[in-house]
């Protein structure tokens, strides 16, 4: 098979779009009849290095096997646990491009955390207007959580005209994630510096250490939402 195609080009999981991929290995012989000559190869992508195995065909198309792929989920620290499997749950469905149920588990995410927070009355529109009343999410964390919201609520309620794509998605689940960074985990880095710092004047801490001032270990927010994942995606498959 020494004049069959070294590179392919298919989908890569981790570099998330296109990617060159070049063969490493011929597995067993897949032709079929009517003149298909294909087999199975193993194919590394040549930007990450990700190794995959599928169906190579002589024009040059590598068809995947997914089979035994590990969906990624995402770890959501100092997130109270069934909030954080569902957020990892929902990051999960968009990697299978299951991305109707990634919405609607987006939104499940924010309801669930307003809840958490004891906001229980109501519905979601107001559960999220509360917790900026509360102080738990600044206005712009709102609008995020109200644009989830809005985009999983005809999901939610059984109408599924909507295209959904993977830009959109991915652009949900930013703000989701940015929900759960305001409510729980910026709070928690700043209480667990506040400790050390805490920790540090119990210790003698007359001396300070060189080169830290007071409270520099103060993981600051940014004050602005991140919007990369417009910017980054340029997946020609979504
Ligand atoms: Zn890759």
Redesign the pocket.
């Known amino acids: 098979m020494s004049d069959d195609p070294q590179f392919y080009m298919a989908r890569?999981?981790?570099?998330e779009g296109r990617?060159q991929f070049v063969r490493v290995y011929d597995g067993a012989d897949q032709s079929g009849g009517y003149g298909d000559i294909a087999w199975y190869i193993a194919a590394e992508?040549?930007?990450?290095?990700?190794l995959l195995t599928g169906r190579a065909t002589q024009d040059g198309a590598f068809h995947v096997i997914e089979n035994n792929r590990t969906l990624r989920g995402k770890r959501f620290e100092d997130v109270p646990k069934h909030i954080a499997e569902a957020a990892s749950e929902a990051h999960k469905s968009m990697d299978a491009e299951c991305y109707r149920g990634a919405v609607i588990l987006a939104r499940a995410v924010i309801e669930s955390t307003a809840k958490d927070k004891g906001i229980t009355g109501g519905n979601i529109a107001s559960k999220i207007e509360r917790m900026e009343k509360e102080d738990l999410i600044r206005p712009y964390v709102r609008e995020g959580a109200d644009e989830v919201r809005v985009f999983g609520n005809d999901m939610a309620h059984g109408d599924f005209v909507q295209e959904v794509g993977y830009r959109e998605v991915q652009l949900a689940l930013e703000l989701m994630d940015e929900v759960l960074a305001e409510v729980y985990q910026g709070p928690a880095r700043v209480k667990k510096a506040r400790e050390r710092k805490a920790k540090l004047s119990e210790g003698g801490a007359d001396q300070p250490t060189p080169g830290a001032r007071a409270g520099s270990e103060v993981v600051g927010r940014t004050g602005r939402p991140r919007s990369s994942g417009f910017v980054q995606s340029s997946s020609p498959w979504s």
């Open positions: 890569c999981f981790q570099c990617t992508c040549v930007v990450c290095r990700l």
